[in-house]
């Protein structure tokens, strides 16, 4: 057990289990049912059998139903999620562009290994990539963020392999996000917060509600509103010893969404059914201060900014999906015809910041940048899918037969930069898009697949499933799946899965370019396929290619205390992360290729300050794990009942190979290899219990998380005022060690109708631990901004209000 965790972890939360009977992270499917009676929820996750209760299920699932996700007090989805799943984790807090799209993380891999649905359709993902250093690097995956709460009815979080049930991505887990198709009602919410820091002030509103379509069918309405405030958590900038430096902290946010929902039944057979989706976002993250000193040569700029500017990378994001589709039933074959059309733009804006040689060479130039990069990812999924239970002759039970076939095209758009925002060495802090970097790219994938599920004896059920996919671009990927369950008596079962999956190389990892600049150093991201890749050994992408053994139990060893326990294994081949790393003058030549001009001081940084990365196939890493939740009911009598809880996720992740350049140099640095293994919690416990009391009028809730530790690997810095990176290769090991935090909701229900609730998110204002300052940059960044574990922005306490007619 040492194997999976830091001594002592495993020990104190299987005692703790033991000494709670509690309760795990599954919800009802119905907001009205008691969590007590999850296990008798019907999933359409991980299984093609209509009815399967997710007790019975053959593969690991979590329910999480709408009242839990508001119960959290957190205003978006994925914060709402990082509180009730312990496998689940995000980055603590995204630097750049990368902060301003909010994406989820399941098993210690990168979230471009889990796999969004809604409705159990394929959704699209972001244009926007995460390019700065850290797990998520490359990553582009669905903002979970851009699909109203409001919407929501229920998610079923699938912790297994599933690319041979539904493609790719599917390598960590499957999150199916299913939305409210109610008919009557109206729900509405407000929740108002603030930080212990009294910063950071967030206020959002979500609306629903359903009405009958004729006599057939319904629509449902929903639509959420939230704006963020930016939050500020930097220590004193060592160039001027005060606090002039923003740059840590969550950025400002304005977001509007909205979904309808609407089915028909056109005949007793025949439905019709549709989804519609639109998110707007405005965003902006704070770039590291510019003083005025570095000015003394642009006096046009002097004048403009006296004290110096600080940059703030903006962005103005509109994200869209429509579903429409046809489903029945003919002669006992359930069939559904569906086509998905979504896409996310996003136009890179920039405030506050300079092109100071465009102002140099005419006298002249913007300080706010409307477009310095547009993105555009769009996705078109079209597909057929069938299923029958029956009988054959011979055979004592029922067989389930499912399959299908689907084609989806991809594109993705990369738009040039305005003339202001390139010329030159371009717009500082993000320079724009230079055309030679722009381009629209595309491909064609083409599946299909089949799922067999029966009893092999009363007792013993199986499930076994393959697909195969055809990708333009990437080649034939094919997968499967067999998955057995045992119940030898009601009490106990035991479950176990093999499959192989695989995560095919985005669109943006084979073609994005871009610079990212701070004031003493430049990273630059090129194109896997751009002539500074290939003058580097650069080489195409292959799809990275898992295989996954899960191996469990469920059991209700006394009445009402339901136990699970599941062990996995996922071994992790060719995994894409950037991988060419050069530095210095061979950096810059690189970025010259590609059509990027460098600032003039370039030429006097340390080598290590510039540096240049491509994507690529760098790494063979296992990951190891355990996940384990119970649930068990108190009855108090005309007093009330406590649901105590407690979830775990152990997890370990080690490098088995790493890639080689044409030189024969490893593509990982340690710090890189630290992203990959260490970046994320060793452990996650959520424990505690929630209070309803006997007239129903009174909720209380009281949650504990513990945080595991992860290791970084820091640079050093130089100079006094921390400006230069020491070395690309030299590190300093730093851990950030487990940390306890404490949540709190109380909840008073003034009438069937209305109910009011004050809370805590970290009740304790507990922090990750600070960095040592000779690895801070500048001497700002005081929290390593590069984990998945305990976020940076402290205690949130909130107010809310819900209203239901």
């Known amino acids: 057990m040492k194997y999976f965790l830091q001594k002592g972890t495993i020990a104190f939360s299987l005692s703790f289990i033991l000494l709670q009977c509690s309760v795990a992270a599954v919800a009802e499917k119905d907001t009205d049912i008691v969590s007590s009676n999850a296990g008798d929820a019907i999933i359409v996750t991980g299984t093609r059998e209509t009815g399967k209760k997710a007790r019975d299920s053959i593969s690991p699932i ?9 119960q959290t007090g957190m205003p978006n989805l994925r914060d709402a999620l990082t509180q009730l799943l312990p496998s689940l984790t995000t980055q603590n807090q995204g630097t750049d562009t990368g902060a301003l799209t909010d ?32 797990p998520n690097q490359g990553s582009t995956p669905v903002d979970i963020d851009m699909i109203p709460m409001a919407s929501i009815d229920h998610i079923e979080v699938l912790r297994d392999g599933a690319s041979a049930q539904y493609g790719s991505d599917a390598v960590a887990g499957v999150v199916n996000i299913i939305l409210k198709k109610q008919d009557h009602g109206f729900h509405a919410q407000t929740l108002t917060g603030i930080t212990a820091s009294k910063d950071g002030f967030q206020q959002g509103v979500y609306l629903d509600g359903g009405t009958k379509l004729g006599s057939r069918g319904y629509i449902h309405v929903s639509g959420d509103f939230l704006r963020q405030n930016h939050t500020y958590r930097s220590s004193n900038d060592l160039r001027t010893n005060t606090n002039i430096n923003k740059v840590v902290g969550l950025p400002e946010q304005t977001r509007e969404s909205f979904a309808i929902k609407g089915g028909y039944e056109i005949t007793d057979n025949i439905e019709a059914y549709g989804l519609a989706t639109y998110a707007h976002r405005y965003a902006g993250a704070i770039q590291h201060n510019r003083l005025a000193s570095s000015l003394a040569n642009y006096p046009g700029y002097a004048a403009i900014y006296p004290n110096g500017y600080t940059p703030i990378e903006t962005i103005n994001e509109n994200d869209w999906e429509i579903t429409g589709g046809l489903k029945g039933k003919i ?17 890179i804006g920039l405030r506050h910041s300079a092109n100071l040689l465009l102002e140099s060479d005419t006298g002249q130039t913007p300080t706010h940048f409307k477009n310095v990069q547009r993105f555009n990812n769009q996705q078109w999924s079209n597909s057929i899918d069938f299923s029958k239970a029956f009988h054959i002759d011979g055979w004592p039970h029922l067989i389930n037969v499912a399959g299908g076939a689907s084609h989806r095209y991809e594109s993705y758009t990369i738009g040039a930069g305005s003339f202001e925002s390139t010329y030159g060495n371009g717009s500082d802090a993000f320079p724009g898009m230079t055309a030679p970097n722009a381009g629209r790219f595309s491909r064609n994938v083409f599946g299909g697949y089949f799922d067999i599920a029966t009893h092999l004896a009363k007792d013993l059920q199986i499930d076994v499933a393959g697909r195969y996919e055809h990708y333009s671009d990437v080649g034939d990927t094919k997968t499967g799946k067999v998955a057995l369950r045992y119940d030898p008596f009601q009490w106990l079962g035991f479950r176990a899965t093999l499959s192989n999956a695989f995560h095919a190389p985005t669109l943006a990892q084979e073609y994005y370019s871009s610079v990212l600049r701070s004031p003493s150093t430049i990273h630059g991201i090129i194109g896997t396929s751009s002539p500074g890749a290939l003058a580097n050994g650069a080489q195409r992408l292959k799809p990275e ?18 136990i699970t326990a599941d062990f996995y294994q996922i071994k ?16 810059a030549a690189a970025l010259a290729m590609n059509g990027f001009t460098l600032p003039a001081e370039a030429s006097g940084w340390t080598s290590a300050s510039l540096a240049t990365h491509w994507f690529a196939n760098v790494a063979n890493t296992r990951t190891r794990g355990i996940d384990i939740t119970a649930t068990y009911p108190t009855y108090l009598g005309d007093i009330g009942q406590i649901d105590w809880s407690v979830s775990t996720n152990i997890n370990r992740t080690i490098l088995t190979h790493q890639g080689k350049d044409a030189d024969g140099n490893n593509l990982l640095t340690t710090q890189s290899i630290s992203y990959i293994t260490t970046a994320y919690p060793r452990s996650k416990i959520i424990w505690g219990g929630q209070f309803t009391s006997g007239n129903k009028k009174w909720i209380v809730g009281l949650h504990e998380i513990r945080w595991g530790h992860t290791t970084s690997q820091l640079p050093y810095y130089k100079g006094s005022p921390n400006t230069s990176v020491v070395s690309a290769y030299d590190f300093y090991r730093f851990v950030n060690r487990p940390k306890f935090v404490t949540n709190l909701d109380i909840t008073y229900r003034v009438n069937p109708n ?7 998110n970290n ?19 005081k929290y390593d901004r590069q984990t998945s574990q305990l976020g940076t922005s402290g205690g949130f306490y909130y107010f809310k209000v819900d209203v239901n007619l």
């Not at 507990?766 to 001497?779: E, M, N, Q």
């Open 572 to 587: 992790l081949r060719d995994q894409i992360l950037p991988g060419g790393n050069v530095y210095g003058d061979q950096a």
């Open 763 to 781: 009740l304790f204002n507990v922090y990750p631990s600070r960095i040592p300052l000779a690895h801070r940059y500048l001497g700002v960044t």
């Open 331 to 347: 002669k006992g074959w359930n069939w559904d015809i569906s086509s998905v059309y979504g896409g996310d733009y996003n136009n």
């Open 62 to 70: 979590d329910i999480i139903s709408a009242k839990q996700l508001t």
């Open 545 to 562: 290619r898992s295989t996954n053994i899960t191996a469990g139990f469920t059991i209700e060893p006394v009445k009402r205390l339901h």
């Open 754 to 760: 209305l109910a009011l609730t004050i809370g805590a």
């Open 103 to 134: 994406s989820i993380s399941l098993r210690g891999l990168n979230s471009n290994e889990t796999l969004i649905l809604v409705d159990g359709k394929r959704r699209h993902t972001t244009a926007n990539l995460y390019a700065d250093a850290g």
